[in-house]
């Protein structure tokens, strides 16, 4: 697939001036399939599924359990069956390793990735962010007996939550979910984005997962590349930018 890099974003530029894939078909794709990142929900996509619906989208937002990668890759594949047509699907963050495992799915025609992980076979999320620096360390979660852990007020309003207002970070990070500690160690068995047309949209102030990295991930596996200048929780940060990142693939793919 071509990979096209556009202008750096922010604010009030509109990506509806991206230039068109050569090649690429007109829109048959209205069914958009949202997957949240960890230790968080999928009411974190609301501002981008407001905008969506509003553009006529059917939008289905799965829950994850995140009581493992195998379980959440199950989630969404049940979201993928009901669905009544081709599916664009989508991910945040640690949804980007689910997205990429379930995005095998012949209804699929394309997958985003915001500001997330975008493995390749035989990789883990770990090893991702072992290959860029990052605060995003052990010492900075609550690990419980049972191996589940959660990221600490102050970690995730310094890592997670720059870009957000302090109240919205913080109902944020006390409202998580608790998400197996493993989920980062698993090892991916497919790469659905080797097969199908993918974009990637870049936070370039994350804190998380290094925009390094992520620049890196979309690149090599040949993504149409946007950057939107803020932090992690892009999708809460700028609804705008993401939703139409997202409108864009949709009349992209076929």
Known sequence: MTNLRT???????????????PGMAAAEVHNIVLVHGGNVDGSTW?????????????VTVT????????????????????????????????????????????????LVYVTSFQPDVGESGGDLLATAGSDFTADKLTITDDGFLMVGDDA????????LSEEDALFVARSQAWANAGNLAHKVTSAAWQDKPSWAAVATEDLLISPKLQRRMA?????????????????MTNPDEVAEVIAQAAKAVN
Not at 7 to 21: C, E, I, K, P
């Open 7 to 21: 202008l750096l974003l922010s604010g009030s530029v509109a990506l509806g001036t991206m230039m068109a894939v």
């Open 46 to 58: 609301r501002g981008v599924y407001d905008r969506l619906i509003a553009q006529d989208y059917d």
């Open 63 to 110: 829950q994850l359990p995140m009581t493992s990668v195998e379980d959440d890759v199950a989630a969404v594949r049940r979201s993928l069956d009901v669905q009544d047509g081709p599916v664009l699907l989508v991910a945040h963050s640690y949804g980007g390793i689910v997205i990429t495992e379930a995005g095998i799915d012949p209804d699929v025609k394309g």
């Open 156 to 163: 995730f309003l310094a890592l997670a939550g720059n870009g």
């Open 219 to 235: 690149e090599r596996a040949g993504s149409t590349l946007v950057e939107i200048e803020n932090g992690h929780m892009l999708p």
